[in-house]
């Protein structure tokens, strides 16, 4: 009994041994490997920056495991793409660019995982873009298979701050910049990284697309002007700071090409690639320092930051701080324009998607919007603020109360709407009398709990609001894909107040308001199922 139950072991160990044995025999890859793509596209880059991850999946459908001899790029060393196969990469000379005998088992798959970095300066010199192409070569020994690579590589014009290096502590030291903040007289020090622009750079064109590093500041009592057709790209906690008499002049122009945008500036982040197309946050802001002049924006887009529009101060001159026409503010993380205590004139304005508000006129100030679309169809989670919000004080981080007696808001043929029921939030801490008059305007407002049962509501007082049409369909065509343009259907639609649309004829489309103008930015397009 014991001699057969020994042979039993015997023959179980024997059979497991074969059946390992089996498993981790590999034979020569006989070139039929199949590919999750023939061709790939690495998406848009710039000069000198580096490309997302890509992948390439590659299949083994024999009943057999198999060797790759080798698996490299076509260009060798001399290419600027990478490769990491199933985790490997690599040390020497070849690492990313060659690598031998990779097993695979029999119906199993691994992945490539693709990059590239390539400096266009040394592909060609001609052009401010250039189609950079490679391929990935498997070699069985007697037959080549092979998938492309192809990215578009695109020149820019950097800018960015200087680093220094601390003998002391051997880190590198990134530029800040130093401001007068407090008005004395005296710059002082911030942990804001960035530079002011030289004078060479204050004229921004549309010959090559701009990428900013930091925050590219407009020095004291200077103009930056930017150029219709011009392309700006900011990379995280970037954007653009104009100081104390210093202004902006974006000089955008309407396009014949509404996808392209030919003649329109675009200020986004600096991933080209379209899965970052619509996707908020990637950048900072552009600051209007307290102080900044006679700044406007026309024919602009301005997406994808964390505010679109910061502005604080000099709302008592007589001359707006900002003048914002023709433009567009999608996709704010915080707040589409932000402006404390200052003062703006917009026509032909569209602000949607923000995390907060799409406009908050915060510690008073003066705010003209006629013609506008302001929205707010925020779909990254719950928001907590309505689409306009409107106030006339400021707390301070240490709980101190300051209140600003002047808040002076005009909205005329405008569409304030959302996703919510209450889209406008109007507040005071004191007695002050707020000058705001909401005249011909389609309002979302729906207090289902009567929770804003007050004067400052009182939707039936002609003294703040005039022709009001509350919590009817605006029949926008994608507002959640940003296309704010309205329907037939629309309740704003030949609602608009002939005086105003007088001082504006045109829509941002560039189509005439004439006898009966629709509320918003947009007159109404007739829809095709």
């Known amino acids: ?111 490539i995982f693709i990059e590239t ?54 880190e590198y030291i990134v530029e800040t910049l130093s401001f007068d903040i407090d008005g004395d007289g005296v710059n002082d020090e911030t942990n804001i990284q960035g530079r002011f622009l030289n004078e060479s750079e204050l004229n921004f064109t549309s010959t090559k697309p701009y990428v900013v590093y930091g925050y590219a500041a407009v020095p004291e009592n200077e103009i930056l002007t930017i150029d219709s057709g011009s392309r700006l790209h900011f990379h995280a906690n970037s954007g653009l700071i104009v100081t104390n008499g210093a202004s902006i002049k974006i000089n955008g122009e309407f396009s014949l090409d509404q996808e392209l945008l030919e003649n329109e500036v675009i200020l986004e982040g600096d991933r080209l690639e379209p899965v970052f197309e619509n996707v908020p946050g990637q950048w900072g802001t552009i600051w209007l320092f307290d102080g900044s ?96 919000l409107l106030n006339n004080y400021l707390i301070n981080s240490e709980g101190d109360v300051f209140n600003n007696e002047v808040l002076e808001v005009n909205f005329n043929n405008c569409i304030i709407y959302g996703s919510q029921n209450i889209e406008l939030l109007i507040e005071q801490l004191d007695d002050s009398s707020l000058n705001y008059k909401f005249n011909n305007c389609l309002l979302k407002f729906s207090d289902i709990n009567g929770s804003f049962n007050t004067p400052t509501y009182n939707f039936e007082n002609e003294e703040h609001f005039e022709n009001l049409i509350l919590n009817q369909d605006p029949d926008f065509i994608s507002p959640y894909e940003n296309n704010m343009i309205i329907g037939i259907n629309s309740a704003g639609k030949n609602q608009g107040d002939q005086f105003f649309s007088n001082l504006i004829p045109f829509d941002l489309l560039n189509i005439a308001r004439n006898i009966n103008p629709d509320l918003g930015a947009y007159q109404h397009v007739i829809q095709e199922d």
């Open 1 to 111: 009994m014991r001699r057969l139950l020994i042979i039993f072991i015997y023959l179980i160990v024997v059979i497991f041994w074969s059946s390992c044995k089996n498993d981790f025999n590999f034979e020569l890859s006989p070139g039929n490997l199949s590919f999750s793509k023939d061709t790939v596209y690495l998406d848009t880059i710039f000069t000198n920056i580096g490309s997302s991850t890509y992948n390439l999946k590659v299949y083994n459908n024999s009943n057999e495991n198999i060797i790759i001899p080798n698996i490299n790029l076509g260009n060798g060393e001399n290419s600027y793409y990478r490769l990491n196969v199933d985790g490997i990469y690599g040390s020497d000379s070849n690492a990313g660019k060659y690598f031998e005998n990779i097993e695979l088992l029999a119906n199993d798959s691994l992945y």
């Open 293 to 388: 002049i006679n700044n406007e924006i026309n024919y602009a887009t301005i997406k994808n930051n964390s505010i679109g529009l910061y502005l604080s101060g000099d709302f008592e001159n007589n001359q707006e701080k900002l003048l914002l026409k023709n433009s567009k503010i999608y996709n704010s993380s915080n707040f589409g324009i932000l402006a404390k205590g200052s003062s703006i004139k917009a026509e032909n304005l569209v602000i949607n998607n923000s995390g907060q508000s799409s406009f908050a006129g915060t510690y008073g100030g003066i705010y003209h919007f006629t013609h506008c679309t302001i929205t707010n169809y925020w779909n990254s989670g719950f928001r907590q603020f309505p689409t306009v």
């Open 117 to 170: 970095t390539v400096d266009i300066g040394s592909l060609s010199d001609q052009s401010t873009q250039f189609l950079y192409t490679d391929y990935i070569q498997f070699n069985s020994g007697e037959n080549f298979q092979k998938v492309e690579l192809v990215t578009l590589i695109k020149d820019a014009i950097f800018i960015y701050p200087q680093r220094y290096l601390d003998s002391q502590t051997n």
